[in-house]
Each structure stands twice: as structure tokens, then as C-alpha cells.
């Protein structure tokens, strides 16, 4: 049973930055193309940033150049740090196996973004 477990998340003004972390138990995650993923409220969970097992990032167009994707595969965890934060980045944000259509493991508990002044 893979776990998953983000942290990392909080209150930051606009403009400011957050880095989360996402801890994925059991080793398949060393050949998992991972994903950041975030819901606001009444809205759908949306893919906002992927890396493969060989560090390949992709991002949506929303947080390119703002979000930036990695991991460290000897840890089993994945980070996203974000920057110049908006506050239309307000949302919880989890991870889980990317593209958007790739079969999915159990959603984690999520981490609260709130970007406001």
C-alpha cells in the first residue's frame, strides 16, 4: 500500500515563497513519473507541475517560471518550491503519480497554500 504525505504548506503574503515536500512510502516511487497537484475551492484538482524518474519537469503554463519540480529518488520524496506566489495559487496541494490520466494511488491529506496579504 503506497502512502503519500505532503507537508510544507502555509500562510505566505503575496510574492512571497513556500516549498513543499511530498514523502511517498515504498520503493516504486524510483520509476514513477510524479506530479503536484492542487484544488481551490469549488474548482477541480488540476496537475500543475511533473517529473520523471530521470528529472524531466513539465509545468502548466500558470506556474512556469514561477514553480519549480524535483526530487531526490534515494529519499522517496518529491519537492516543489514555489516563488512569486499570487493569490490565485490558493489551494491544497498534493502529489501523486502524473500525467493527469495515470492510474492513481490513494490521495494523501493534501497541504494548505493561502497566498494573501
Known amino acids: 500500500q503506497v502512502q503519500l504525505v505532503e507537508s510544507g504548506g502555509g500562510l505566505v503574503q503575496p510574492g512571497g515563497s513556500l516549498r513543499l515536500s511530498c514523502v511517498v512510502s515504498g520503493s516504486i516511487f524510483n520509476f514513477i513519473t510524479m506530479g503536484w497537484y492542487r484544488q481551490a475551492p469549488g474548482k477541480q484538482r488540476d496537475l500543475v507541475a511533473s517529473?520523471?524518474?530521470?528529472?524531466?519537469?513539465n509545468y502548466a503554463d500558470s506556474v512556469k517560471g514561477r514553480f519549480t519540480i524535483s526530487r531526490d529518488n534515494a529519499k522517496n520524496t518529491m519537492y516543489l518550491q514555489m516563488n512569486s506566489l499570487k493569490p490565485e495559487d490558493t489551494a491544497v496541494y498534493y502529489c501523486?503519480?502524473?500525467?493527469?490520466?495515470?492510474?492513481?494511488?490513494?490521495w494523501g491529506q493534501g497541504t494548505q497554500v493561502t497566498v494573501s496579504s
Open positions: 517529473i520523471t524518474y530521470g528529472g524531466t519537469t
Open positions: 501523486n503519480r502524473a500525467p493527469a490520466l495515470a492510474p492513481k494511488w490513494d
